[in-house]
Nanobody, 119 residues
Framework: QVQLVESGGGLVQPGGSLRLSCAAS????????MSWHRQAPGKERELVAA????????NYADSEKGRFTISRDNAKNTVYLQMNSLKPEDTAVYYC????????????WGQGTQVTVSS
């Protein structure tokens, strides 16, 4: 069955960095676009970044441009989210998802990993 397993979350101080990973299995990873989303308490889930199946094109939410970088390793069936210059407002549960296109619909979701930015 399809599995998306996020890791790498945790507590970090403002201005710090984290790298999230999402290990995929149960489908042909190299044929799916991958995305990272986040959901903060009391807010709706929002798209953070997306990457095409080949990794040749990426998309970012405006607030993350220049701070976050999405990448993928098709040989390892893994997508990454490098997050730099973290701010308290980046605190959220981060989810990865997959789909046939950069945008919705998203076919499968992981369980999420908590990122907390606090001093």
């Amino acid at each position: 069955q399809v599995q998306l397993v996020e890791s790498g979350g945790g507590l970090v101080q403002p201005g710090g960095s984290l790298r999230l990973s999402c290990a995929a299995s149960g489908f042909t990873f190299s044929t799916y676009a991958m995305s990272w989303h986040r959901q903060a308490p009391g807010k709706e889930r929002e798209l953070v970044a997306a990457i095409t199946s080949s990794g040749g094109s990426t998309n970012y939410a405006d607030s993350e441009k220049g701070r976050f970088t999405i990448s993928r390793d098709n040989a390892k069936n893994t997508v990454y989210l490098q997050m730099n210059s973290l701010k308290p407002e980046d605190t959220a549960v981060y989810y990865c998802s997959c789909g046939k296109e950069l945008g919705p619909p998203y076919d499968y979701w992981g369980q999420g990993t908590q990122v907390t930015v606090s001093s």
